[in-house]
C-alpha cells in the first residue's frame, strides 16, 4: 500500500477542492422550421412537441392559462399559431362536458326558408362563441341523428301536429328549445311565427277589391302547424266580413309549386279565377298559380290577384312581383340559438314562447289597378 500510494502520489496531479457553480436553467427556443414540418392538420401533440411542453400544458395553456407560466403560455401560444393548430370541439367535449356544440334539427334544408333560418341561427352561433350542428329529415318517432353525448343542446323545428317529437321534447333531459310549436307550459322554450297577424293583413288587403266569396286560401298539408294557423285566420277573417267561406275556398296540399300550379288549373278549368284573390301557403304555392294563371291568358293583377308568403328570393324574381307575408326567417334562427344559449346558462328560469311578427309586403301581384 506505501508503495502504491507512493507511486500514484507522484504521476497524478493534484485538483483544488470543488468550488459549487451556478448554472442557468435553458429556456426552450420558440419552435423553429424543424418543429413545425409536419404533413396534414397539427395535432394538439404536434403543438406539445414544437413547444417542448408536455400535452397537459398545452391543454392548460387552452383552457385554464392561469395554471401556466406567462413564458410558458407565450411558447404554447407561439408554436399554436405558427401551427395554425384548431381546438377538436368535440375532444374538448369529452374532457370538460361542455363542447360549445348547439344542435339544430330540421324537417329540411333544401329552399331558402331553411337556408335563411340556418343562416340566422350559425351567425348568432358564431357570435355567442358556439359551433352548430345540422341535421334534417328526421322521419316520425325518430330522433334526429345527432351526436347527443357531444352537443350541449338541441334546437328542433316541429311542423307537424300529431308529431311524437312533442312528447319527445318537453322529456328530454337535453336543454331544447322547439322552433314552430308552442310547448313552454310544456316545460320547453319555444320560437312561434305570428301566422295570424301577416294572414288578416293579407286578407284585408285582397278584400279592398275582391268580393269575400272569391277569396281562396291554398295551403301547405293540413296537419302543418303553420298552415292550419293561417288557414284559421283566414276563415276567421272572412267570417268577420259577414260572409263566412264555403268548403271550397280553402285548399290543402304541399309546399310546392306544382300543387299550386295543380291547384289553379283545376280551378280555372271548372269556374275560372278571374275576379278572383288568392292567398298561398308560401311564395313557392303562390308563384305556381300565377304559372297557371299566365298559360291560361288570366292576367295578374288586373284579373286575379295574388298572395303569397314567407317574402323569399322568388318574391321578387317572378313578374309581376309577388306580393307576399314576409317572415322573419333568419330571426327565428338566431332566435332559437338566443334562448338556448340562455337555457344552458341559466337553467331555472321559467320556460318562454316568443312570438315573431309578420308583416304584409305589397308589390304587383296584388296591387290596386
Not at 271550397?248 to 309549386?257: K, R, S
Not at 303569397?308 to 324574381?317: H, K, P, V, Y
Request: net charge neutral.
Amino acid at each position: 500500500m506505501g508503495l502504491a500510494h507512493s507511486l500514484l502520489s507522484k504521476t497524478l496531479p493534484r485538483y483544488a477542492p470543488a468550488v459549487p457553480v451556478k448554472v442557468e436553467p435553458i429556456e426552450p427556443a420558440p419552435p423553429g422550421p424543424e418543429d413545425l414540418k409536419r404533413s396534414g392538420p397539427a395535432s394538439i401533440k404536434d403543438v406539445a412537441s414544437a413547444a417542448h411542453v408536455s400535452i397537459a400544458t398545452v391543454s392548460r395553456v387552452m383552457n385554464n392559462p392561469g395554471l401556466v407560466s406567462a413564458k410558458t403560455a407565450a411558447r404554447v401560444q407561439a408554436a399554436i399559431k405558427a401551427l395554425g393548430y384548431v381546438p377538436n370541439p368535440f375532444a374538448q367535449g369529452l374532457i370538460t362536458r361542455n363542447s360549445r356544440v348547439l344542435g339544430i334539427a330540421l324537417p329540411d334544408i333544401h329552399g331558402e326558408f331553411y337556408s335563411e333560418l340556418l343562416r340566422g341561427a350559425d351567425a348568432e352561433a358564431r357570435k355567442l362563441g358556439y359551433h352548430l350542428l345540422v341535421s334534417s329529415e328526421h322521419g316520425e318517432g325518430e330522433r334526429p341523428s345527432l351526436a347527443f353525448g357531444l352537443i350541449d343542446g338541441l334546437a328542433i323545428m316541429i311542423t307537424d301536429a300529431n308529431s311524437s317529437l312533442s312528447r319527445q321534447a318537453s322529456e328530454s333531459s337535453l336543454p331544447t328549445v322547439v322552433l314552430d310549436t308552442d310547448l313552454h307550459k310544456g316545460g320547453v322554450d319555444s320560437i312561434v311565427i305570428d301566422n295570424a297577424m301577416g294572414t288578416r293583413e293579407a286578407v284585408a288587403h285582397l278584400l279592398e277589391s275582391v268580393g269575400p266569396g272569391r277569396c281562396f286560401f291554398v295551403g301547405g298539408p293540413s296537419d302543418n302547424f303553420d298552415t292550419q294557423q293561417r288557414a284559421k285566420a283566414f276563415k276567421d277573417t272572412l267570417t268577420e266580413t259577414g260572409t263566412p267561406p264555403k268548403l271550397d275556398q280553402t285548399a290543402y296540399g304541399q309546399y310546392t309549386l306544382e300543387w299550386g300550379r295543380e291547384w289553379a288549373e283545376v280551378m280555372l278549368k271548372r269556374k275560372g279565377l278571374q275576379g278572383a284573390g288568392v292567398l298561398a301557403g308560401n311564395d313557392e304555392i303562390a308563384c305556381g298559380v300565377m304559372q297557371a294563371a299566365e298559360d291560361a291568358g288570366v292576367r295578374i293583377p288586373e284579373q286575379l290577384r295574388v298572395v303569397g308568403f314567407d317574402d323569399t328570393r322568388l318574391a321578387q324574381i317572378v313578374r309581376p312581383r309577388l306580393s307576399t307575408v314576409r317572415v322573419p326567417m333568419a330571426e327565428a334562427g338566431a332566435a332559437a340559438v338566443r334562448t338556448l344559449v340562455a337555457r344552458l346558462e341559466d337553467r331555472a328560469t321559467p320556460t318562454a314562447c316568443i312570438r315573431l311578427p309578420t308583416t304584409l309586403v305589397v308589390r304587383e301581384s296584388s296591387a290596386g289597378r
